[in-house]
């Protein structure tokens, strides 16, 4: 069959949630057969979100490929089951670039390059990209920010002229904001109604209406936004809180959300999809009862989009260890020697964040000396592994002034340096080690019996590395280097073998963590903490 377009839009305010939409809208259509993919075409000008402050956009995200994505991608990812790439991501930077590169390059053949119709038609290509592969049978494309925002005004030109060209292949699904006005004790519905009009007034007509809200819509409003809208009373649809984003998935299809948008695509609708290993997912949500607590150390915790794919990973594993997960954010510019224990204490695992700089460096290191102290089971992830052996190498190997270059570039003890091919590099954006590479693991260690193989590859984004040149004194010290990369040679993982779960990654294995296969090195820290709290447990 030819290729569907579904265009997700946003009207109102930001963060409503259309990624959650789009991926709850994939998931379903993956659940009946289909193939399915999202992209997210962000209005900002930045080439990716690589250099981006996470104060501005959250956690940056890393395809499999090596692209720095939006946060959104790691949703799509976690609900679809499936890897995205660069082509699931493209910021206005990107399309700037490309159409400025074609005409240095004469490709206009001295036209006057415009908005209408090159950056229009540079949008356009890169939506049908994926649709042209022939892999895909859905391809659902949210646009970022809000209608009526000026960056986003080319990509709903080019969405409008995409719907004209594509005929019932097309759709567009537009997610609006119904307030509660509490003093008045209603809902109001003319947010949506200009939102709408809005769109309509640039020449899009959506199909499909998705009504965020806190409170229940009464059909009869629903009906109401329908004819202000110009659209099908049951395309009118709600998006009420749940307890967990993983229950959209439910709460769309229960209002026929795949069955409309299949319809309106020329599809009759067959059967229902199949969601038994979802729903076997969120009954263990419902089930879990005991709770494990884990504490994440950071300088971003008062900001959690900043460790989100950090965040599931760890719901998801404790979610397949029959536990609640309480995760307590422990700030690590606040984080002392002499408080380490007041904030640790009571923990029964500790994530140490990933990151760059020096802000929040040293309280990292007072939590991962306490950590390991008292033998809390201990995650370290990228930044979080390089505090680890910082830690180690200072308090236990007595190189006391051991430190990264990227903190301190006079260190007698660079345990942590500059990788050799990033010395070279000025500028910051797209230029680090990223994306997915090969780690070979010692069989024996707590790691490779974790993933239950001594080869696994997984994502990275870092420029520091352990410095092999003291790799030995390590080795002899207690510190194992227990995974590395067979064509660089880099040290990818180091542990504690003495310690109860005491483990540090150059790689980042959040980003390869779904609702259907949680990463297995998250489960087991989970399975660690657990078994620690139940040892406090029966001490007491």
Known sequence: MDTKYIFVTGGVVSSLGKGIISSSLARLLLSRGYRVTIQKFDPYINIDPGTLNPYEHGECYVTVDGHEADLDLGHYERFMDTPTSRANNVTTGRIYQSVIDKERRGDYLGKTVQIIPHITDEIKRNVKLLGNTGKYDFVITEI????????????????????WELGQNALCIHLTYVPYLRAAKELKTKPTQHSVKLLQEVGIQPDVLVLRTEKEIPASMRRKVAQFCNVDPDAVIQSIDVPTIYRVPLTMHAQHLDEIVLRKTG???????DLHRWNHFLDKIEAAKEEVKIGLVGKYVELQDAYKSINESLFQ???????KLSLHYIHSEKLTAENAGEKLDGLDGVIIAPGFGQRGIEGKFHAIKWCRENDVPTFGICLGMQCMVIEFARNVLGLEDANSTEMDLKTPHNVIDLMEEQKSISNMGGTMRLGAYDCVLDPESLTAKAYGTDHVRERHRHRFE??????????QGGMKCVGKNPDAHLVEVVEIPGKRWFVGTQYHPEYQSTVLHPNPLFIDFVKAAIAYGAEKQAAK
Do not use: H, K
Not at 144 to 163: F, N, W
């Open 267 to 273: 599809i009759e609708p067959e059967g229902e999809p």
């Open 144 to 163: 970022g920010g809000t209608v009526g925002d000026i960056e986003s005004t080319p990509y709903l030109e080019a969405v409008r002229q995409l719907r």
């Open 466 to 475: 352990f410095n092999d040149e003291y790799r030995e004194r390590f080795e």
């Open 317 to 323: 594993a404790a979610t397949y260890m029959d536990r």
